[in-house]
């Protein structure tokens, strides 16, 4: 059964439209953790249009689970790290005008740039996944970067509008997960994923940890975090 990490940026997001002191992202992850979640996952961005400094600082000391802090490859971002000691740091690609990450890091491509940051989290004790496309190419240099884990990019099997394109974009995540399994990474996933779609994606053995916001916080909205996060993983351990 996968982990679920449960991203809680758009309670920040909600709560940066006016600048106001509430809905506070810390109450929101101590909700989710009530509900059942395994871990907190915030995306620092460079531009901070969600999540904040000190939402890290403080969630870094009341998050009971695992803390997983998402963050571009840069020397600010590393710096961050190394001071608040998450326990997990996911390397994404980043764009500002982008409204959420628009696909997996390249790993291929940026594999001089990304060694040392690599290297340097893992020698401040943080565990280190990549955040990639379900792409053979990606998980095998992701391989030799030494990382800890991958997390596979299911935003195409999460965007499919038909059986046939979905279960296209299903077999990929499988062929990666399997690959990153068998070169001895931990196999994460995540982007796009919703009550209706979670189940497929859960029930791969080789995927341990499932990171899903956006969809949770929308029914948090409605129905509160606690229970949300309850009918994720109800859904998750749906066959």
Known sequence: MARLGVNIDHVATLRQTRRAPEPDPVHAAML????????????LRSDRRHIQDHDVEILRRVVKTRLNVEMAATQEMVRIALTEKPHQ???????????????GLDVVLNSVQLRPVVRTLQEGGIHVSLFVDPDLDQVKESHKLDAQAVELNTAVYADSHDERSQEAALRKIVDAARLGRKLGLQVHAG???TYRN????????????????HNI???????????????MVDAMNRR
Do not use: K, S
Not at 200 to 213: M, V
């Open 217 to 231: 916080v929308a029914r948090a909205v409605l129905v509160g975090m606690e229970r949300a996060v309850r009918e």
């Open 32 to 43: 989710a953790e009530l509900g059942g979640a395994d871990g907190i996952t915030v995306h």
């Open 198 to 213: 979670v189940g497929a994606i859960a029930a791969l053995p080789e995927i341990g940890e499932l990171n899903i916001g």
């Open 191 to 193: 982007h796009g994923l």
């Open 89 to 103: 740091v996911t390397l994404v690609p980043e764009r500002r005008e982008e409204l959420t990450t628009e696909g």
